[in-house]
């Protein structure tokens, strides 16, 4: 009895120790900046999920925004972008890839191809990590 109690007890604070299982369903706000183009990026973590809301500022001159949703493999987080630009009706999904590094997150590059009218990247291309479009700081 008392091995499974202190087993118990180990691994409930080993978990409380780990940033990601404190953050798991708390709203977590990133911003990030790449010359004159701006991105806020709101999160919400579950276990093996996550959703939120993205908007990129293109220069002050028209913005995208819209959902994120997708899943979480390891330090990557794999979804997509469902979002409408300023001043069209049109929706457009495209994919997103996240990769989690300290305390940032970091837009990956990489080749798209469309498949029965929707976009993923291409398999034969890796994601591009090391020139991305953003990096996401977490706001203070």
Same mark, same amino acid.
């Given at each position: 009895?008392?091995?499974?109690?202190?087993?118990? =007890?180990?691994? +409930?604070?080993?978990?409380?120790? #780990?940033?990601? *299982?404190?953050?798991?369903?708390?709203?977590?706000?990133? !911003?990030?900046?790449?010359? +004159?183009?701006?991105?806020?990026?709101?999160?919400? /973590? @579950?276990?093996?999920?996550?959703?939120?809301? =993205?908007?990129? #500022? !293109?220069? %002050? =001159?028209?913005?995208?925004?819209?959902? *994120? #949703? %997708? *899943?979480?493999?390891?330090?990557?987080?794999? %979804? +997509?972008?469902?979002?409408?630009?300023?001043?069209?009706?049109?929706?457009?999904?495209?994919?997103?890839?996240? =990769?989690?590094?300290?305390? !940032?997150?970091?837009?990956?590059? %990489?080749?798209?191809?469309?498949?029965?009218?929707? +976009?993923? /990247? @291409?398999? &034969? *291309?890796?994601?591009?990590?090391? !020139?991305?479009?953003?990096?996401?700081?977490?706001? &203070?």
């Amino acid at each position: 009895m008392n091995k499974l109690f202190y087993l118990f =007890l180990v691994l +409930t604070l080993s978990s409380c120790a #780990n940033p990601d *299982v404190q953050q798991a369903g708390k709203k977590i706000t990133y !911003h990030a900046v790449d010359k +004159t183009d701006t991105a806020s990026l709101r999160l919400i /973590f @579950s276990d093996k999920a996550f959703e939120g809301q =993205l908007e990129i #500022n !293109h220069r %002050g =001159l028209y913005k995208d925004s819209g959902d *994120v #949703n %997708g *899943v979480l493999k390891g330090d990557t987080l794999k %979804g +997509t972008f469902h979002y409408q630009s300023f001043g069209v009706e049109k929706w457009y999904r495209i994919p997103i890839a996240l =990769l989690k590094k300290d305390q !940032h997150l970091i837009m990956g590059v %990489g080749s798209m191809e469309i498949y029965m009218n929707m +976009t993923f /990247f @291409s398999k &034969r *291309v890796p994601i591009d990590y090391q !020139h991305p479009k953003f990096i996401f700081e977490k706001a &203070r």
